[in-house]
């Protein structure tokens, strides 16, 4: 049986702001927020561009770093971005 994959992902808004998320299909997520129908938080906010995912084997683990993401000050998610060597500005 395979084993299902899990992503807690972020982008970042055309007008400056992050957005945490939750997939099991980045590329597919992307895109669909990118349609205008993902979140209604992106969809006034287009274009987005993925910023950075991380794979977790269990859903609950994805979901744990999408709601701490979405919970941190600007400050703090700005950090995390840096922590994790990712280019956004």
Same mark, same amino acid.
């Given at each position: 049986?395979?084993?299902?994959?899990?992503?807690?992902?972020?982008?970042?808004?055309?007008?400056?702001?992050?957005?945490?998320?939750?997939?099991?299909?980045?590329?597919?997520?992307? +895109?669909?927020?990118?349609?205008?129908?993902?979140?209604?938080? $992106?969809?006034? =906010?287009?274009? /987005?561009? @993925?910023?950075? &995912? #991380?794979?977790?084997?269990?859903?609950?683990? +994805?979901?744990?770093?999408?709601?701490?993401?979405?919970?941190? $000050?600007?400050? =703090?998610?700005? /950090?995390? @971005?840096?922590? &994790? #060597?990712?280019?956004?500005?």
């Amino acid at each position: 049986m395979a084993t299902k994959t899990y992503y807690f992902y972020v982008l970042l808004c055309a007008d400056g702001s992050f957005y945490g998320g939750f997939t099991d299909d980045v590329k597919a997520r992307v +895109a669909t927020h990118n349609a205008g129908k993902g979140a209604k938080y $992106t969809a006034q =906010r287009l274009p /987005v561009r @993925l910023l950075y &995912h #991380q794979a977790f084997a269990d859903k609950h683990d +994805a979901l744990s770093a999408e709601w701490h993401f979405k919970h941190q $000050t600007r400050h =703090r998610k700005e /950090v995390f @971005l840096e922590d &994790h #060597q990712v280019e956004w500005r």
